[in-house]
């Protein structure tokens, strides 16, 4: 497994501002990956953070509103832009065991807009 | 595309007994991975098991077990003697190793009565 940590745990901000969310890993991985929990529902993959190049974002999610950045093999950066009260969401980073192909994830980080 | 599946939005037990929760999943591939994870109040989701679908064998893990029928395309998750601590909600997770990702169910909440 990994120890996954994620800063902050959790904010509240004001619309039409930004917040970066930090994913900080124990060891070196190559798969981490970025997903959006809103209140009461399951989770869905924003990205997949590559390192090295530009991060691969799923249906419905681009680059401009949610930019990451992946410098090296055990941090990630995922920024939401623009926020609206409809971003207000538990964002989670996780990270893959390619061995194993088991994933773990970060505590999460409660992002309030009001 | 893939789809995971759970039919029982929310269950509630006594302490001691035991129970399942259903989980089906779609896809045409033939090599994938199933998971349940857990995800108590504190929000932390937690692996609970991995199933690895050539392998006929049912997973374990001390008072989970998975009843995985690969031809219903079926992942069931068994907790005995289920304890508080067992409260939580539980996703069922499905994974290609061509990409990765994790396709989660809409998820159980699960309650454990005193």
């Known amino acids: 497994s990994a120890v996954i940590s994620q800063k902050p745990s959790r904010d509240i901000c004001q619309r039409g501002t930004s917040l970066t969310i930090q994913c900080q890993v124990d060891s070196q991985v190559t798969m981490m990956f970025w997903y959006r929990q809103q209140p009461g529902q399951s989770l869905t993959l924003i990205a997949t953070a590559n390192q090295g190049s530009e991060a691969t974002y799923e249906s419905g999610f681009v680059i401009d509103k949610f930019p990451i950045s992946r410098p090296n093999l055990t941090f990630s950066t995922l920024t939401v832009s623009n926020m609206s009260p409809e971003d207000s969401s538990i964002y989670l980073c996780s990270v893959g065991v390619t061995s194993s192909y088991e994933q773990y994830f970060g505590p999460g980080t409660r992002l309030t807009v009001t | 595309a893939q789809t995971v599946t759970q039919s029982q939005p929310e269950m509630s037990v006594q302490e001691a007994e035991?129970?399942?929760?259903?989980?089906?999943?779609?896809?045409?591939?033939?090599?994938?991975?199933?998971?349940?994870?857990?995800?108590?109040?504190?929000?932390?989701?937690?692996?609970?098991?991995?199933?690895?679908?050539?392998?006929?064998q049912n997973a374990t893990e001390n008072r989970f077990s998975v009843n995985f029928q690969k031809a219903a395309k079926s992942f069931s998750l068994k907790i005995s003697d289920s304890q508080l601590g067992d409260t939580a909600m539980y996703f069922c997770a499905f994974m290609s190793p061509r990409d990765d990702k994790i396709i989660f169910g809409k998820g159980t909440r699960l309650h454990i009565l005193p």
């Open chain 2, 18 to 56: 035991t129970v399942t929760l259903s989980c089906t999943y779609d896809t045409s591939e033939s090599n994938y991975y199933l998971f349940w994870y857990k995800q108590p109040p504190s929000r932390q989701m937690i692996l609970v098991i991995r199933q690895e679908a050539y392998k006929q």
